[in-house]
């Protein structure tokens, strides 16, 4: 744990202490005052796609939460371009910790506390947008949903009970979203942790007064994909910039989320991110002609639906010599060359794409699955050593590598990776089950081995769930399967 965050312990015990102190045990539950965001140096706004503005990226959607915080005093619309609204609440006896982390807590100590792979998690990313709106940094909130089908959107019936079954809404978040009488579609307004909120397409938007904060996830793009020839990646990009251009919206920031980490987006449109700063960065690239490499980009997206192996190798080696340093670059190497079964140079690429960029070793796990799928748990137990060099706290990761060491019979080090596991702090809220799985774990490693012998079974947390790309994310049926496109 950094000292700033023990810092951040120590003013949170100090603010409960405050708020105690002194109350008798009839009195009502005290009203926690919390710190307040430090501002921005320079509030002033700009005319989104018209003037230059930097991308504040980040991996998780919590990532935006510094970024966000800087405005809160001017209570600026907040524009969410995503799949999912993020709303899944922080449990109750959380909310305390979070909403001061979210508050005072440096960018790292939010980005550890809200990863997927921490034992002591905080939030998981679903939850993320639930913070700032029950601390009413914004003046309302739109949620610009995406369709696959503008002429046919979901219909708000639909869209309203996947939000409660998801419990991204509340009943009486509901009851506000139909009123007395329950539009057919949207757009649609409510109260969402008592924001005001709307929910509508893109076209749709209300015209928003006053300063924004935009944040682009994404999920958006891939709610709005059908297939390359369809619905092309590059230009559902330009053509959703294009629209928002137009709204002729000012903006305070504009952030963005990828999900690659919590594997919500598969690592095959991350180039997204690097296509939408140099966009915003310069918005007259919006209306010229497609240059290299998004133009190769272009053709190697559309030419995977042809199965045009050699045509797509030779698209990404052009992008190579021109941007030999790009990480997508080397990534679309990778695939390309084990299409064509080379195999040892495949992973090469694969291995200069990390070393670039080191969210990429997200794809060492589906290699791991992979290989574990092909009867090869050594070759898995390999792929997740190269993730475990990149991400050395991440739990999944440990976890996994003890479980296959013991199906290879490396007792000695799958007892060494369980007790550096036991040592950490878990969450009681999202790994009620940990403690007592390594425990038992453990305790099997140290006995003699039985025939047959094998890991005790384990059911994953919701958390783990979530990191597997099965927790609720997403609205379903507004967009795709995950892994697409």
């Known amino acids: 744990m950094s000292k700033k965050f023990k810092s951040l312990s120590a003013l949170l015990s100090l603010f409960l202490l405050l708020c105690t102190f002194g109350c008798d045990r009839k009195a009502e539950a005290p009203v926690v005052l919390l710190p307040t965001p430090v501002p921005a140096a320079n509030n002033s706004t700009l005319s989104l796609l018209r003037e230059p503005i930097v991308l504040h990226r980040s991996e998780l959607l919590s990532g935006a939460l510094p970024v966000w915080r800087q405005y809160a005093a001017q209570k600026p619309t907040l524009l969410l371009l995503s799949n999912s609204p993020f709303t899944l609440p922080v449990p109750e006896s959380l909310r305390l910790e979070t909403d001061t982390l979210a508050i005072i807590g440096s960018a790292e100590e939010i980005a550890s506390r809200s990863h997927p792979g921490c034992s002591d998690l905080l939030f998981v990313p679903d939850m993320t947008l639930d913070i700032p709106l029950r601390l009413g940094w914004f003046k309302q909130f739109v949620w610009a949903v995406p369709t696959m089908d503008p002429e046919t959107p979901p219909q708000l019936e639909t869209l309203r009970d996947q939000m409660l079954a998801t419990g991204l809404i509340a009943n009486e978040e509901s009851v506000s979203i139909i009123g007395k009488t329950m539009p057919r579609a949207l757009p649609v307004s409510m109260e969402l942790r008592g924001t005001p909120t709307t929910l ?93 490499p998004w133009k190769e980009q272009k053709d190697i997206l559309y030419l995977k639906d042809f199965f045009k192996k ?35 140079l495949a992973l090469d690429y694969f291995a200069a794409a990390v070393k670039l960029d080191k969210v990429y070793a997200v794809g060492y796990l589906d290699l791991a699955d992979l290989a574990f799928n092909r009867n090869r748990p050594d070759e898995a137990l390999r792929m997740l050593r190269l993730a475990n060099v990149v991400w050395p706290e991440d739990i999944h990761i440990r976890l996994q590598m003890a479980q296959l060491a013991n199906q290879l019979g490396d007792r000695r080090t799958a007892l060494h990776l369980v007790e550096q596991l036991q040592a950490l702090t878990w969450s009681p809220i999202y790994y009620p089950e940990m403690p007592g799985y390594l425990q038992g774990f453990a305790k099997f490693l140290q006995e003699e081995p039985a025939p047959g012998a094998s890991t005790p079974p384990m059911q994953p947390s919701p958390a783990m769930k979530s990191k597997s790309g099965n927790g609720p994310n997403s609205v379903q049926g507004t967009g795709l399967p995950t892994g697409h496109p």
């Open 200 to 292: 509508a397409l893109l076209d749709q938007l209300p015209v928003i007064d006053g300063p924004v904060v935009l944040h682009i996830d994404l999920s958006y793009f891939q709610g709005l994909y059908k297939s390359e020839v369809a619905t092309p990646v590059l230009g559902l990009v330009a053509q959703t910039l294009t629209t928002l251009r137009d709204k002729n919206i000012q903006v305070l920031a504009v952030t963005f989320s990828y999900g690659n980490l919590d594997s919500r987006i598969a690592l095959d449109v991350r180039f997204q991110g690097d296509l939408l700063a140099e966009l915003l960065a310069d918005p007259q690239v919006l209306s010229a002609p497609l240059a290299s």
């Open 310 to 344: 050699e045509m797509i190798l030779e698209r990404a080696k052009a992008q190579e010599s021109a941007f030999p340093a790009a990480p997508f670059v080397k990534f679309n190497l990778f695939r390309a060359e084990a299409e064509m079964n080379h195999g040892s």
